[in-house]
């Protein structure tokens, strides 16, 4: 099982998106069978066994074991992910375009590069994936609290200069091309908070 799977296939985020299907994908973050499964979330085991037919179909949840009881055969069967994102090539003909307004203050922009992100890396992973190898990419995460607008301003500066300099220092025309995303958002536990303007 993967800790995060990409879902690129329209037919497979409609399927995940159904509510049923989406908390039966939940509880298969264990193995489970449709009898168990229809005990926790109280339906048939019937319609159960459809849900999960279609979820199989769309590659969402995986066989990991028969067992055989008396004349039953029971399918165990878990998510192939523990959690799921889905790409924006799932809605390609209203996906976001970076490239349509490009502005480095607008929040918009900034959804339609995080969009661009979850697109390329998802694809990255399926090809390897098929591949049987590792993607390399490299992130940082992290939280800064400004005194005001303008400490924010002169941040975002010195930024744009540092990650600048460094892009031209090892930018070469050949090898392997690789995109870098720099974005700075408020937190969401500061929205409310005039202070950080």
């Given at each position: 099982?993967?800790?995060?799977?990409?879902?690129?296939?329209?037919?497979?985020?409609?399927?995940?998106?159904?509510?049923?299907?989406?908390?039966?994908?939940?509880?298969?973050?264990?193995?489970?069978?449709?009898?168990?499964?229809?005990?926790?979330?109280?339906?048939?085991?019937?319609?159960?066994?459809?849900?999960?037919?279609?979820?199989?179909?769309?590659?969402?949840?995986?066989?990991?074991?028969?067992r055989r009881k008396g004349?039953?055969?029971?399918?165990?069967?878990?998510?192939?992910?523990?959690?799921?994102?889905?790409?924006?090539?799932?809605?390609?003909?209203?996906?976001?375009?970076?490239?349509?307004?490009?502005?480095?203050?607008?929040?918009?922009?900034?959804?339609?590069?995080?969009?661009?992100?979850?697109?390329?890396?998802?694809?990255?992973?399926?090809?390897a994936a098929r591949a049987?190898?590792?993607?390399?990419?490299?992130?940082?995460?992290?939280?800064?609290?400004?005194?005001?607008?303008?400490?924010?301003?002169?941040?975002?500066?010195?930024?744009?200069?540092?990650?600048?300099?460094?892009?031209?220092?090892?930018?070469?025309?050949?090898?392997?091309?690789?995109?870098?995303?720099?974005?700075?958002?408020?937190?969401l536990d500061s929205l409310?908070?005039?202070?950080?303007?």
């Amino acid at each position: 099982m993967h800790d995060v799977a990409v879902i690129e296939d329209p037919a497979a985020a409609e399927v995940s998106l159904d509510p049923i299907r989406s908390r039966l994908l939940a509880e298969l973050a264990e193995p489970g069978s449709a009898t168990m499964l229809a005990g926790r979330i109280g339906l048939a085991r019937q319609k159960v066994n459809y849900h999960l037919r279609t979820l199989e179909q769309h590659g969402l949840i995986e066989l990991v074991e028969e067992r055989r009881k008396g004349n039953v055969t029971e399918r165990m069967l878990q998510a192939t992910a523990a959690s799921y994102v889905i790409s924006p090539a799932a809605m390609a003909a209203v996906a976001p375009d970076p490239g349509r307004a490009p502005d480095r203050l607008s929040a918009r922009w900034l959804l339609a590069l995080a969009a661009r992100l979850v697109s390329d890396v998802g694809s990255l992973l399926t090809g390897a994936a098929r591949a049987k190898q590792r993607v390399a990419t490299f992130a940082l995460d992290g939280e800064v609290r400004f005194a005001s607008p303008a400490d924010r301003a002169a941040f975002a500066e010195e930024l744009t200069a540092s990650v600048s300099g460094l892009v031209s220092k090892y930018h070469s025309e050949t090898g392997r091309k690789h995109r870098l995303v720099v974005a700075v958002h408020p937190a969401l536990d500061s929205l409310g908070d005039d202070r950080n303007g």
